[in-house]
C-alpha cells in the first residue's frame, strides 16, 4: 500500500532509529526504500544489514546530485500507492501511515496529507502546528511551506514517469517548491491534526548546515507567490514579505508600522484578485501578526496601541489567545 522514501547521506548516527520508527508502523503493508546518496559513512551497510533481515526494505543508489536527484532516484523505485517521505534523523509515530493512508482513502479529492510535528533533541522545544484545511494550507503557501516534507504522504499517480518529480533548483527547499508546484496545478491538500513526526533538531541537520541555500531557494518560491496577487514589491516590501514568511521578526513601532502597510496591501491585493479564499488568507495574516507583536512585546503602551488599534487586530486567529497573550505583551519585560 505505502513506499516510504528515506534518502540517506552520511546518517549513521540516527538512521537505525528512522528506520525501525518505519519498520514498526501499525500499517504492515509497506515498503522502504532508502536511497543511499553517496554515504562516506556506514548509513549503506546499516541500511544494507536491515534489508538482509526484513524484506520489505531495499537500498538503492542515489547519483550523487543532492536532495532532489536522490528522491527522484527512490521515487523511480517506488511501488507503492502512496507514497511517504521521511528523513534520515527523524522518527515516525507508530500509527502514522495508518492514519494517513486511511485520511487519503477516505478523501479521493486529497492528493498529499502531512501532520502535525513534535520538536525533540534541544531543550525547550515543543510541539508544532500546522494548518489542517486546503483553504488554509493555500493561504500559507505565500510564507511558507505548510506540508512539513518528513511528514507528508501523496498519491502515486502524482509522480511523472521516472520520478522526476522534485526539481533539483530548489534542494533544501525541495519540498515547498513540490508542494507550491501542485497547488498551483490544483492538486489537493490536507494535514492530520495528530502529531505523526518526532523531528529532530541537531546542529548537523540540512537545513542548519544548509540554511543559506534553503533560504535562498524559499525566498524564490515566496516571491514567486505574490506574482499571483500582481503585486511587484518594493525592496523594502520585498525583505518585509522574506522577513516575515522565514520568521525573522524587526524591532520597534515603526518596524511593526511598516509591516502593517503591508500586510494590508496584500490583503487588498488578495481582494482584487479573490484569491486565495478571504478568510483563510486572514487567518494567515493574523498568525503571522500575532507573532511579530509578540517578538516585540516589552514596547508598552505605544505597542498595546498599535495591537488594538490595527485592522489587523480584528482578523480571525485560529487560535485566539496567542492573538491576545501577542497584543498583552506590551507589558511583559522584553526579549533579550
Known amino acids: 500500500m505505502v513506499s516510504v522514501l528515506l534518502p540517506v547521506r552520511d546518517g549513521e548516527r540516527y538512521l537505525p532509529e528512522a528506520l525501525e520508527s518505519v519498520l514498526g508502523q501499525s500499517l504492515r503493508e509497506l515498503e522502504l526504500v532508502v536511497v543511499d546518496d553517496g554515504s562516506r559513512d556506514r548509513s549503506r551497510d546499516l541500511a544494507e544489514a536491515r534489508a538482509s533481515r526484513d524484506p520489505r526494505v531495499r537500498v538503492v543508489q542515489g547519483p550523487g546530485r543532492g536532495i532532489s536527484a536522490a528522491t527522484n532516484a527512490g521515487l523511480a523505485a517506488c511501488r507503492g500507492r502512496y507514497i511517504a517521505r521521511m528523513d534520515q534523523d527523524d522518527r515516525c509515530r507508530p500509527r502514522r501511515l495508518e492514519l494517513q493512508a486511511a485520511f487519503l482513502d477516505a478523501h479521493p479529492g486529497v492528493g498529499i496529507v502531512g501532520g502535525q510535528k513534535r520538536l525533540f533533541g534541544s531543550p525547550g522545544l515543543r510541539q508544532y502546528r500546522y494548518p489542517t484545511s486546503h483553504a488554509d494550507i493555500q493561504a500559507a503557501v505565500f510564507f511558507y511551506c505548510p506540508v512539513l516534507g518528513p511528514t507528508s504522504l501523496f498519491r502515486a499517480d502524482l509522480v511523472p514517469p521516472g520520478g522526476a518529480l522534485y526539481d533539483p533548483a530548489e534542494d533544501f527547499a525541495e519540498d515547498y517548491g513540490l508542494l507550491s508546484r501542485w497547488l498551483a496545478a490544483g492538486v489537493g491538500a490536507a494535514v492530520l491534526d495528530e502529531v505523526v513526526l518526532d523531528y529532530r533538531v541537531h546542529p548537523a541537520q540540512s537545513g542548519a548546515v544548509h540554511a543559506p541555500r534553503l533560504a535562498a531557494a524559499a525566498d524564490r518560491i515566496r516571491l514567486a507567490w505574490l506574482g499571483r496577487l500582481g503585486l511587484e514589491p518594493d525592496p523594502a516590501e520585498r525583505e518585509l514579505h522574506l522577513a516575515a514568511g522565514r520568521g525573522e521578526w524587526g524591532r520597534g513601532l515603526e518596524w511593526l508600522g511598516r509591516l502593517e502597510a503591508w500586510f494590508l496591501k496584500l490583503r487588498a491585493a488578495r481582494a482584487r484578485v479573490g484569491f486565495p479564499e478571504a478568510e483563510a488568507f486572514d487567518r494567515t495574516l493574523a498568525r503571522r501578526w500575532a507573532a511579530a507583536l509578540w517578538a516585540n512585546r ?39
Open 298 to 336: 516589552g514596547l508598552g503602551g505605544g505597542l498595546a496601541r498599535r495591537a488594538f488599534r490595527s485592522p489587523l487586530a480584528r482578523l480571525p486567529h485560529p487560535e485566539p489567545w496567542k492573538a491576545w497573550a501577542a497584543r498583552l505583551g506590551a507589558f511583559l519585560p522584553a526579549p533579550s
